[in-house]
């Protein structure tokens, strides 16, 4: 991962999103659900390698070399929504965060 202060911050949330469900619930199983839920969820988004994904899929067995990863698009830009190369991809991780959400706040609401 490039950008070590982008997974600092999504963590931070994290744990001010632990401690207030377990402030609010009251419920050390609820906590531990939403710890394991939201280090989950950062991982799939912010840990793949986006340059080595969004080659080719017929390249996907070899490794990528020094020249793909300078002609990538995110080699000069920030790196931010990395995953967000191609349409299919965020409506794919939209639809299953947004059904991963909804199931979390049903449990943690209850």
């Known amino acids: 991962m490039s950008n070590d202060a982008v997974l600092r911050t999504s963590l931070l949330w994290l744990a001010a999103l632990i401690l207030a469900v377990s ?3 009251h419920s050390f199983k609820k906590m531990m659900v939403t710890y394991v839920f939201g ?3 950062i991982a799939a988004l912010l840990l793949p390698d986006w340059d080595y994904f969004n080659r080719d899929f017929s390249r996907w067995p070899y490794p990528i070399t020094a020249e793909e990863r300078a ?3 995110h080699a000069q830009g ?3 929504l990395r995953f967000a190369h191609s349409p299919l991809r965020v409506i794919v991780y939209s639809v299953v965060y947004g059904c991963a959400m909804y199931k979390w ?4 609401s209850s």
């Open 39 to 41: 280090v989950l969820g």
């Open 23 to 25: 402030v609010f619930t």
């Open 105 to 108: 706040w049903e449990y943690v």
């Open 71 to 73: 002609n990538s698009p």
């Open 78 to 80: 920030s790196g931010f």
